[in-house]
């Protein structure tokens, strides 16, 4: 079994749709949770970073941890064609410098 | 502007050559890492540095070497290519005092 799942899709939404991405993971001690997003081609970009449980939200986008239930979401409101892109969840455990990712989901948003 | 550099965008070399690559980044970044990333297997970390001529292996370090002479550069090195080493090859780094990792534009390697 992987460290991190994540389902790969593709998720193909509609414009304006709110969309959302979710990764599961099985090691407790992950402390720190990401959300990268690439586009083709290109190398991945932090999307949202946050520590331990909670919500975090920066503009159309909003990151949930519950450490609980050893799951993440990011969820994107209003959704635009230029979202479209592989959404790569990523996590840390506290004092360790490399991190584990999920296999990424690619999303389509349809204009 | 932060800026992770991969000297090669896309590579195609024979089965049994040395290849290297490499990644500079300008932003004085104590940890470097390279990864690779497979369809279906998401970003997989070979090696990872956190200092001049320091190393650990990471998960998959079985075939490659790596480098790191000065700060700023790291070298990922395929002593024999392989087919099976036909991926995309992800330099990034990062300072101590963060989580996050900035990432350069990736090389394709493909080994025929």
């Known amino acids: 079994q992987k460290e991190v799942e994540q389902d790969p899709g593709p998720l193909s939404v509609p414009e304006g749709a709110i969309v959302s991405l979710n990764c599961t993971y099985s090691?407790?001690?992950?402390?720190?949770f990401m959300w990268y997003r690439q586009y083709s081609r290109k190398g991945p970009e932090l999307l949202m970073y946050t520590y331990s449980s909670g919500n975090k939200e920066d503009g159309r986008f909003t990151a949930q941890v519950d450490k609980s239930s050893k799951y993440i979401s990011l969820f994107i409101r209003d959704s635009q064609p230029s979202d479209s892109a592989t959404y790569l969840c990523a996590m840390s455990e506290v004092g360790r410098r490399a991190l584990t990712f999920g296999s990424g989901t690619r999303l389509q948003v349809q204009p | 502007d932060v800026k992770v550099t991969q000297s090669s965008r896309y590579l195609v070399k024979r089965t049994g050559e040395k290849v290297f690559l490499e990644c500079v980044q300008d932003m004085d970044h104590e940890n470097m890492f390279w990864y690779r990333q497979d369809p279906g297997l998401g970003l997989r970390l070979i090696y990872f540095s956190y200092d001049v001529k320091m190393k650990e292996k990471g998960d998959i370090p079985e075939g490659y070497s790596v480098s790191r002479e000065k700060k700023e550069r790291f070298s990922l090195i395929l002593e024999s290519a392989s087919t099976n080493q036909t991926s995309m090859y992800l330099c990034a780094s990062f300072p101590s005092n963060t989580g996050e990792l900035f990432f350069g534009e990736g090389s394709r390697l493909t080994v025929l």
């Open positions: 090691n407790s001690a992950f402390q720190y």
